[in-house]
């Protein structure tokens, strides 16, 4: 069937204005798809992520925006004398918003010594001798770097927070890369903040042998009686209580990708049955000179096939590059999910249009295939 591609093509360009439309529609449809599924693919990765972590986040009982939550900074001391506690960090958070948006900047103020050991974060610009020694610098993700147009020394500012950027970090986890992070005291200090030997939670670190439900309620029983009770969580447990609004909006959404597929269908088939009704004197010439009426399936199916591959291509590899260069982040109460491209959701994006190109064509291809061919030549 291969040599017959050109004859494809040809009957393709011959209607160019419809099948560039065809195409058009479709590219939009599968980047509105490929995006949902930009978002899902976020939202799974960040939790199956943190399912994985061996660490604890201790936060002020009946508090939600960490920006309401405030716990004594000396807890960190009482909680890694515990059994089963490897480390116990310190965390001052703080954000341009505390409700959902593309556009949220978060902070994490903790000490500088132990940000390599509880981040897995690698510098690509910068030095840490720099961010060590220098009361207001900060290390910024790739992401926020990316998006926000930053460079190595420059002040930053969001609000009446203002930093030197000292370096540009990478992650492994992707959601790390739209993070900041600078000193806990420069956090406490900073005016308008008056959160002087305060933080907003506490992050544990357990031993691969601890019991983290156990670990969870011998803090909180700790502090139960004050002087500020505790709420203590796995990390992936509060990550997932904290985004568990989004949950129910992405689950939404994806309602939306699948629409956009059953609308490239609609479209595809539209033109195709368009282009069948068009040429059936055509076909019927066709197989007055030896070609089956196999042979005519083929032809319908590959021409549904590819106009509906090309808008795939189209509207998945636009998406994909604009995830890659725009660094997009949806974040909420502090917790970022990151817009990521991938293999996975490029094939997701290129299957779906071949398999709606496929489903598209059958109908029409059937019945180009089942014409009789005298009543077809008749046709005007």
């Not at 799974?44 to 994985?52: A, G, I, K």
């Not at 020694?133 to 009446?160: N, P, W």
């Not at 930093?163 to 970090?169: D, E, L, P, Q, Y």
């Not at 502090?223 to 909006?249: C, H, M, W």
């Amino acid at each position: 069937m291969l040599r017959y591609i050109p004859y494809v093509l040809k009957t393709l360009w011959r209607h160019r204005t419809r099948t560039l439309l065809t195409v058009s529609g479709t590219a939009v449809a599968m980047f509105v798809f490929t995006f949902v599924g930009a978002v899902q693919e976020g939202l799974d990765r960040l939790l199956h992520e943190q399912r994985q972590d061996r660490s604890l986040i201790v936060f002020q009982a009946n508090r939600f925006c960490p920006s309401t939550s405030k716990l004594p900074e000396d807890y960190a001391f009482r909680i890694r004398k515990l059994p089963g506690v490897k480390e116990a960090v310190p965390i001052k958070v703080y954000m341009n918003n505390c409700r959902a948006s593309l556009d949220i900047v978060v902070f994490n103020g903790l000490p500088a010594e132990k940000l390599r050991r509880v981040r897995p974060i690698t510098l690509s610009e910068g030095d840490w001798s720099q961010f060590e020694r220098q009361r207001d610098a900060a290390l910024v993700g790739r992401a926020v770097a990316q998006r926000r147009k930053l460079s190595v020394g420059q002040k930053f500012s969001i609000g009446t927070l203002t930093v030197t950027i000292a370096g540009i970090f990478e992650s492994s986890v992707p959601a790390e890369e739209s993070m900041i992070y600078t000193h806990l005291e420069f956090l406490q200090r900073t005016r308008g903040l008056n959160s002087v030997g305060t933080a907003t939670q506490v992050e544990v670190l357990l031993e691969e042998s601890a019991d983290a439900q156990m670990a969870s309620k011998l803090i909180d029983d700790l502090y139960r009686s004050g002087p500020i009770a505790t709420n203590t969580r796995t990390k992936g447990a509060f990550q997932a209580k904290a985004v568990g609004d989004l949950v129910e909006l992405v689950g939404f959404i994806r309602y939306l990708g699948l629409a956009c597929v059953v609308m490239v269908l609609g479209l595809v088939a539209t033109t195709t049955v368009m282009g069948v009704q068009d040429r059936l004197r055509e076909h019927a010439v066709l197989q007055t000179i030896g070609f089956t009426g196999w042979h005519i399936f083929a032809f319908i199916i590959s021409e549904s096939l590819v106009v509906s591959l090309v808008g795939g291509l189209l509207g998945t590899g636009t998406a994909l590059a604009i995830l890659q260069t725009s660094s997009l982040a949806l974040g909420t109460e502090g917790i970022l999910i990151a817009f990521v491209p991938s293999i996975s959701l490029a094939m997701m994006g290129l299957a779906a249009s071949a398999i709606v190109g496929l489903l598209a064509g059958i109908a029409p291809a059937w019945q180009a295939a089942r014409a009789e061919i005298v009543p077809a030549l008749r046709m005007a």
